[in-house]
């Protein structure tokens, strides 16, 4: 089984730190590549780079090459998850809505840690459309941007106390709500067991629902809301562009 993982951001540490997350979650016999877009923002931390995310996702998915059984887009909150299932022929799982549904087998309600609070109307509308907004107590900001995720002791403190904010709210799960946080490992299990709550990483949910959806043969309906993009001429950002560093290349696979 063939796994494509796409970071919403142009860091390219920060992809492979999610593919290790991806790698570590993944069943045998399955294997995980990492995309990285070309063009886009360095993270994702707002609607504006959300939406040039969702965009600069699409591309990179539109122009890779490699065969694959399935997508797991590995942006919290981020646009995009519905174009691209119109988009591919295999199943695609945000991580967003993954650890929501495997937090609602845990527990009535679950509590989302994120990044800035700025992400939270985003990360609200995304579990909205999900349908899975109406279990979640709260969706609670460190305060440390997504390239600041790597300074291990303030990013512990930090997600203890957004930790304790989203129990204190009636959170009986805890969601990580930022891809870069699948390496946070020993912080996340260090918090979930001083609060006595399950805690989980999207990237490790939308991959093993990934495997589940390949492995019973089910992809994306095309009935309706996800049927395939009409035909017409759709002009892909200016040529000009092309063949500059960062600037239509393609994606950087790992």
């Known amino acids: 089984m063939r796994i494509v993982v796409t970071n919403c951001n142009t860091t390219q540490e920060m992809t492979e730190e999610i593919v290790r997350g991806a790698r570590a979650a993944a069943g045998p016999g399955t294997t995980v590549t990492g995309l990285t877009p070309a063009w886009g923002p360095e993270s994702a931390e707002g609607w504006l780079d959300s939406y040039l995310s969702a965009a600069a996702v699409l591309d990179t998915l539109r122009t ?28 695609v799982v945000d991580i967003t809505e993954a650890a929501a549904h495997l937090a609602c087998l845990l527990g009535r309600r679950y509590g989302v840690v994120t990044t800035l609070e700025r992400s939270r109307g985003q990360i609200e509308d995304s579990l909205y459309a999900a349908g899975v907004a109406q279990n979640c107590a709260a969706v609670v900001g460190t305060g440390l941007g ?19 904010r989203a129990r204190d709210a009636g959170a009986e799960v805890l969601v ?40 019973l043969g089910l992809t994306t309906s095309r009935a309706g809301s996800y049927a395939k993009p009409l035909a017409k001429r759709r002009t892909w950002g200016p040529s000009g562009l092309r063949g500059l560093p960062g600037l239509g290349d393609g994606p950087q696979v790992l």
């Open 64 to 91: 890779y090459q490699g065969p694959y059984d399935a997508v797991v887009m590995a942006g919290f909150g981020e646009h995009g998850r519905e174009g691209v299932r119109e988009l591919v022929d295999v199943p």
């Open 176 to 215: 990580l709500g930022c891809a870069g946080m699948t390496g946070l490992g020993r912080v996340v299990r260090a918090v979930g067991n001083k609060l006595g709550l399950p805690v989980v990483d999207g990237v490790a949910a939308a991959v093993k629902l990934a495997e589940s959806l390949v492995s």
């Open 146 to 164: 997504v390239l600041d995720l790597g300074e291990s002791e303030r990013t512990e403190a930090a997600f203890v106390a957004a930790a304790e």
